[in-house]
């Protein structure tokens, strides 16, 4: 049982940044894949990034070059970098973790793969 607490989030103007970060307690997240995804009002929960437990990454075509996903092992700690960031951005943000040894393939950009969630953190990106 893995238990995720994301923070980090607030209001932003276009163009800012953010740094939201999820603690893990119960397991340690190395032996997890992990992945944030996100919620806008009336729209489905959709992916925006994965780490792999080896640390390798995949994006959404929405984030790439903008969002970075890393990992602190010994903080068991996700973290997702939010630069350059724009008003459609804003959503409820989503840590999830899955008991997956593996490359994140298309299987886990979905919500269906992932078996933790955090509560997840609101971001408000004002234009």
């Known amino acids: 049982q893995v238990q995720l607490v994301e923070s980090g989030g607030g209001l932003v103007q276009a163009g800012g940044s953010l740094r939201l970060s999820c603690a893990a307690s119960?397991?340690?997240?190395?032996?997890?894949?992990m992945g944030w995804f996100r919620q806008a009002p009336g729209k489905e929960r959709e992916f925006v990034a994965a780490?792999?437990?080896?640390?390798?990454?995949a994006y959404a075509d929405s984030v790439k070059g903008r969002f970075t996903i890393s990992r602190d092992n010994v903080k068991n700690t996700v973290y997702l970098q939010m630069n350059s960031l724009k008003p459609e951005d804003t959503a409820v943000y989503y840590c999830?973790?899955?008991?997956?040894?593996?490359?994140?393939?298309?299987?886990?950009?979905?919500?269906?793969?992932?078996?933790?969630w955090g509560q997840g953190t609101q971001v408000t990106v004002s234009s």
């Open positions: 119960g397991r340690p997240i190395s032996n997890y894949a």
């Open positions: 999830a973790a899955a008991a997956y040894f593996g490359p994140i393939t298309r299987e886990y950009t979905t919500t269906v793969k992932y078996d933790y």
């Open positions: 780490s792999s437990w080896t640390g390798t990454t």
